[in-house]
């Protein structure tokens, strides 16, 4: 029998044996769950941890709330235990009452998601997981501190060491193509053609960060156009009928739309990897790039203008322009952060509020959320430290000397007129 027999008939053998007990054990998920955290057997873990994998995905949502509610409460800590260890170590803090604290302060529950994640394929499932209990952990607080379990463990297993960033072209495979139109979600892919658009052009460039787990599945993606100076409106970037650039020719990188595709790895950072990456390849490759801006949208400012209850002429460029940029520089959330989501993102990267355009993105979801404004936010390689230092500790917002003027027209214009319950539009 040749090797690659052996390798197939092992493969077929172990399928099988997993096939027969699926079949055969007749134990509850909750009660799988329990033998898996104390199997001391490497096989016979896998087996039991791919059934509770297939009998998860079987279940509807009440099941799987109720076996969220188990691990939560079956698998907690031991208080008392985690006091005991704790004194131990107070009293003489040596290797072995270090690690028997350790030992008492981790739930058993992670020790659970991790033996889970040595089943074949795991890593997937466990981000789809997580994100069935994102789902559900809004309506049932008790079930958070899992949620802050995968939260622990997927910042180690998803780290940028373990990120591959691949660049995204007309001859990527299909099936990666087709999850980079579904999970698009700043500026909707509308066909395969407007597809092609964004990544077979020589002035364009996209890139995802991918997990050698999860090799299919993009994790989070950036679209790039290379243009001769700052960009002003997307529909300019994105028209159809557009005259192209050599990538040698272009002095500006525009990060136009950033996508996060996996629900359950929300509040895992990757954005700020993949921009700086993304800058520091482009210009090594193309070193006339001079400037490196997105094409941002204001999320929040059309509703804080009508929560505010400001009055301002909609139908002026220059107002807009103002008001926009008074919202990104002063309208904070109660922890001193800025209130735009979109703003706190590049801010914490090191980037500053660079300049604002009215009639930039025409969509009625552009016009919706911001009156068609949006921003650019430059990204200053040498100056990206600084900048979040700054914002870190400080809640500094980084502006240039445009959004300056921007902001003290905009406190002349609420000066002149009375607040009102909505915004002249």
Known sequence: MTMFSQLLLAVFDRSAGFRALGGQDSRSIEELAQALVGSDGEISGRTTGQLILERYEKLDDSGKLAFFRHIVHAMNIDPDAVRKALTAYEIEANKESYRAFMTAAEPPR????????????????????????????????????????????????????????????????????????????????????????????????????????????PLIFMEVALTKGEPVSVQDLLAEDRAGLSA????????????????????????????????????????????????????????WIKEEGTSFDHDSPAELRAMAALYLTTARRRDGLPLDPVARFHLNNGAKVHDIHAGADLSDKGQGQSFGAMVNYLYDLRKLSQNHERFANAQKVAMSSEIRTLVATARKIIARRPASDEPTL
């Not at 990897?273 to 193309?286: F, M, N, P, R």
Request: contains cysteine; hydrophobic residues 45%; glycine residues 4%.
């Open 110 to 217: 992670q020790e659970f998601f991790r033996r889970l994640n040595g089943v074949a394929g795991a890593t997937e499932r466990l981000v789809r997981m997580r994100a069935d209990l994102l789902r559900m952990v809004q309506d049932e607080p008790a079930i958070a501190a899992l949620d802050l379990d995968l939260r622990h463990l997927f910042a180690s297993w998803f780290n940028r060491g373990f990120l591959v960033l691949r660049p995204i072209d007309w001859r990527s495979p299909a099936h990666v193509l087709e999850k980079i139109i579904a999970y698009e979600a700043v500026h909707e892919i509308m066909s395969w053609d407007d597809l092609r658009r964004r990544v077979e052009p020589g002035d364009r460039r996209c890139f995802a960060f991918f997990h050698p787990a999860m090799p299919d599945e």
């Open 248 to 303: 040698q020719e272009a002095d500006t990188a525009v990060f136009y739309s950033i996508s996060n595709c996996q629900a359950g790895l929300a509040s895992i950072s990757f954005g700020s990897s993949l921009i700086k990456q993304v800058a520091a390849d482009l210009a090594l490759e193309l070193p006339g790039l001079k400037t490196f801006v997105t094409l941002s949208p204001i999320p929040g400012f059309a509703r």
